[in-house]
């Protein structure tokens, strides 16, 4: 008995450290972006376009803009294939081999690296399609960041579908709806907080991305602008704004801080890195009072 009691305190000393680490490691990081961020990292920094600003650099505000539309339109290009896919799996198609193979390729795309869909993405989105998305463009990045979070809200939508009582679902058998009034009615509005919770969290994981912004929606100093132009580059004879046009993101501008490091200052890069992280920081905090509040597990 002593033993046992021995090995249970080392197990849980040795964990407890392995967190402490972990934690530790996090702090450090965190503390370090934020001493270099210091110089540069002001309201007027965060607030003022770069093109505002004297010069390159010393602003950010476009950037914040653009990162958080590109992740809104690429949560909105993901969530109704995740959500579907989801139904899918869960409530009409039958346990197979097609299933199985489905759920094997939603895991081995959620496992594929960001640089795969970035280049992907730069050779038929940038490149073969540009006549359509304007090339390197809002609606370029939207749709290659989509392929990367669809996985994620799929997941979690899944794990809420299943989560719903089957007793509840069998009692609006019992009272005469079909299986789509019963999903439409009864599943979905029960599973509604898990699925938010995957749209959240597939909202954090376009918003940190940085090989796809980079490969596909470029970067410019200005505010997004919304407007619809005239042109003869496009197959249409217009021209979207700001969905293809290029658009600014946080993730370039730590990229194109270090990549011009010799005209901008790193504390640029190391501010705009500090604000990425605290967004994400947000996004993740909100997703766990959203599991709190709700009691769901995942």
Not at 251 to 260: D, R
Request: aromatic share 10%; hydrophobic share 50%; proline share 4%.
């Amino acid at each position: 008995m002593n033993f046992r009691n021995a090995e249970e305190k080392i197990f849980c000393a040795v964990s407890c450290l392995a967190a402490a680490f972990a934690i530790a490691i996090l702090s450090y990081i965190i503390f370090t972006i934020f001493t270099a961020a210091l110089p540069s990292l002001s309201l007027e920094f965060i607030t003022t376009a770069e093109s505002d600003f004297p010069g390159v650099g010393g602003a950010i505000a476009n950037a914040i803009t653009g990162t958080i539309i590109i992740s809104i339109c690429a949560t909105l290009i993901a969530t109704p294939f995740a959500i579907g896919t989801a139904i899918y799996l869960q409530k009409y198609a039958r346990e197979s081999l097609f299933t199985k193979t489905v759920r094997f390729l939603i895991e081995v795309l959620s496992g594929t690296p960001s640089i795969v869909i970035g280049i992907f993405g730069l050779l038929i989105l940038v490149y073969y399609l540009r006549d359509i998305t304007g090339g390197f463009s809002l609606i370029s990045g939207s749709i290659a960041l989509s392929i990367l979070t669809m996985p994620v809200i799929e997941r979690a939508a899944e794990d809420a579908i299943v989560a719903v009582p089957k007793s509840i679902e069998g009692g609006s058998y019992a009272l005469g709806a079909n299986k789509w009034q019963t999903i439409r009615n009864i599943t979905l509005p029960t599973a509604i907080s898990g699925i938010t919770t995957g749209i959240i969290l597939g909202f954090g994981r376009a918003a940190e991305e940085s090989a796809v912004v980079i490969l596909t929606a470029g970067y410019t100093q200005f505010m997004p602008e919304f407007a619809i132009k005239s042109t003869d580059k496009l197959v249409s004879g217009f021209k979207v704004y700001p969905l293809q046009d290029l658009v600014g993101t946080l993730p370039y501008s730590v990229y194109h801080g270090y990549e011009n490091s010799n005209i901008i200052p790193m504390s640029d890069a190391f501010a705009a890195a500090f604000v990425l992280i605290a967004i994400v920081l947000g996004i993740n905090t909100i997703v766990k009072v959203i599991l709190w509040r709700y009691k769901i597990e995942v």
